[in-house]
Nanobody, 118 residues
Framework: QVQLVESGGGLVQPGGSLRLSCAAS????????MGWYRRAPGKERELVAL???????NYAESVKGRFTISRDNAKNTMYLQMNSLKPEDTAVYYC????????????WGQGTQVTVSS
């Protein structure tokens, strides 16, 4: 079992920045990769960024150059630094982890609201 708790959401003006955090606990040794997803009102959930155990990263085209995903293994925490935020970035952001020794199991955080508005 892996538990994920997000923090850091809030209201920010267009062009501003926020940093989301995701604290992982439980069987963290079994985590293969972690990432961030988001769901905007009236839209389906979409992948924002992903990072693997070897440190490689992958980003949605819409956030490339603006968002940065990172992990602090000593703190068992993953981050999403979001810069140059746009109103279309408004969504609930979810922390995600895939963990397991054989078959991977998906784990999700409770979500944190990010609102970009003037």
């Amino acid at each position: 079992q892996v538990q994920l708790v997000e923090s850091g959401g809030g209201l920010v003006q267009p062009g501003g920045s926020l940093r989301l955090s995701c604290a992982a606990s439980g069987s963290i040794f079994s985590i293969n990769f972690m990432g961030w997803y988001r769901r905007a009102p009236g839209k389906e959930r979409e992948l924002v960024a992903l990072t693997t155990a070897d440190g490689s990263t992958n980003y949605a085209e819409s956030v490339k150059g603006r968002f940065t995903i990172s992990r602090d293994n000593a703190k068992n925490t993953m981050y999403l630094q979001m810069n140059s935020l746009k109103p279309e970035d408004t969504a609930v952001y979810y922390c995600y982890a895939a963990a397991g020794a054989g078959r991977l199991i998906d784990y999700w955080g409770q979500g944190t609201q990010v609102t970009v508005s003037s």
